[in-house]
Every structure is written in C-alpha cells, then in structure tokens.
C-alpha cells in the first residue's frame, strides 16, 4: 500500500468505535488514549460482566472491534468472547493474555476471536491489529450488501444477497468469514486451496495473525454442514496441501 493510499485507508477507519475491556487501570489507560490518538472512540470496561451487559444493550450494534483481556474478575474473556458469539454477535474480536503457548491461542480462536496478541505488545502492532480486523470486516460486509446469487452444492444453498445458508432446506446459521470461506470452496468445488492461499483470500494480503484460524473456521464449517464432522464427506483435509469442496 502506498504512503497516500495508507493516509487514506486510515482515515477510512477514523471514528470507528472500539470497545476495551481491560482490568489493569495503566494498560487501560495507555491503549485507550493510543488508539484515541489515532481518530478512534474508545469505550472502556474494567470488567467482563459490565461488558456483557453494555454489549446485550448495544441494539445499534454500532461496536467495529472489541478488544477483550483474557483475565477479567466475574467474568473471563473467554466466557465473553463464547457468550457474544453464541449471541450470533459477529463484530471482530481481539484477544489479549498474558498467555503465549500455543494451546491457549488456539482455545481463544476456537471460542470465537478473530485475533490473539500476548502481553507484552507494542502499542504500533496493536494499532495495526485493530485497523485490519475494522478494515476486513468493513469490506466483508460491503462485499455480501452487493452480491446478488444463489450457489447450490448438492443440499448446500448459498443465498448471498440475504446472507443466508440452508442445508436440507434447514438454516445454518454462519459468521460472515464463515460465509465468506464457504462461499470460496462452492465457488470452486473440488480445486484444493492451501491455508497461506485461504488467509490471502478471506483474510487478505494485510492479515496479521495465527494461520491456525484457518483450521478453526475450517472445523466450525464441518460441525455446522457434515453429518459427522470428524468423517467429513463435503470439507476435506488434502495431506500436505490444504482443503477442498466436494
């Protein structure tokens, strides 16, 4: 990206509304006021329960990125991050933990998190982080708003205008990089895609993160579509190359 196409991207994404739930009062404080500075309001929480109730409350759903600590008093950051998307609440969501093995990032992005940034961080990366999680879900959802078809895979239905998955005629209902990822794979049935060229694709060229949230969509998909996803007869595994459709 050029030096004037960065100038403009960014401030694309000044205004966006962010919401922080951090215990510590100095980390609070600190990314609070860097990411004021960089043209976003900042809503903060000290605790996971308030959160909850202000994001249950939030009918507008007007909240571009939430970025959640993992060691909240009453309420964890992981039983948030569960609790918002088992409310089919799908606004991008940052992890950050002190923890740093690889078991607990990938437990973060199986309860939902689109992103996992261990303590400490830079404040430059965080900023980073955060522009690209608003960047890529603002780009998602211009991209359903303007598609118009209907892409059938033997009992799967894709209605992309409304946004909507049936299998059986019965609703799934999906994430939108879900959707997104799905759609790729009935577009192109049978064609194998490796997770570098998926991440480039449904995640973009500015992705920043664990290629493991491919493996994790990956499994959300099959739990949603397959009959038993641990024998998937539609999304399957290539040895040594990556996935494919059909």
């Not at 600190?30 to 959160?51: C, I, N, P, R």
């Not at 759903?61 to 609440?89: A, H, V």
């Not at 950050?96 to 303590?119: F, I, M, P, W």
Request: proline share 3%; with cysteine.
């Amino acid at each position: 990206m050029g030096f004037q196409m960065a100038i403009k991207d960014h401030k694309s994404l000044q205004g966006s509304k962010i919401l922080l739930v951090e215990d510590d009062k100095s980390i609070r404080l600190t990314v609070s006021e860097s990411l004021k500075g960089e043209g976003f309001q900042v809503l903060t929480f000290k605790d996971g329960l308030s959160a909850s109730d202000f994001i249950g409350d939030n009918t507008r759903n007007d909240i571009d990125l939430i970025i959640l600590d993992l060691m909240l008093p009453g309420l964890n950051g992981l039983e948030l991050c569960r609790k918002i998307r088992n409310e089919e609440n799908y606004t991008p969501i940052l992890i950050l933990s002190a923890k740093d093995n690889e078991s607990d990032r990938v437990l973060g992005l199986e309860v939902g998190a689109d992103d996992y940034l261990t303590k400490p961080f830079g404040l430059n990366e965080l900023i980073a982080r955060s522009r690209a999680l608003i960047r890529r879900s603002k780009r998602t959802k211009k991209y359903i708003d303007k598609t118009q078809t209907i892409i059938e895979f033997n009992h799967i239905k894709m209605f992309l205008e409304e946004c909507r998955v049936t299998s059986f005629d019965r609703e799934i209902t999906l994430s939108p990089k879900e959707f997104k990822l799905l759609e790729l794979f009935m577009k192109s049935p049978k064609r194998v895609w490796s997770r570098d060229l998926i991440l480039e694709k449904i995640w973009e060229i500015d992705f920043i993160g664990d290629t493991k949230t491919v493996d994790v969509h990956v499994r959300w998909l099959r739990e949603k579509l397959e009959e038993d996803p641990s024998k998937p007869k539609l999304l399957k595994t290539v040895r040594g190359f990556g996935y494919k459709f059909g």
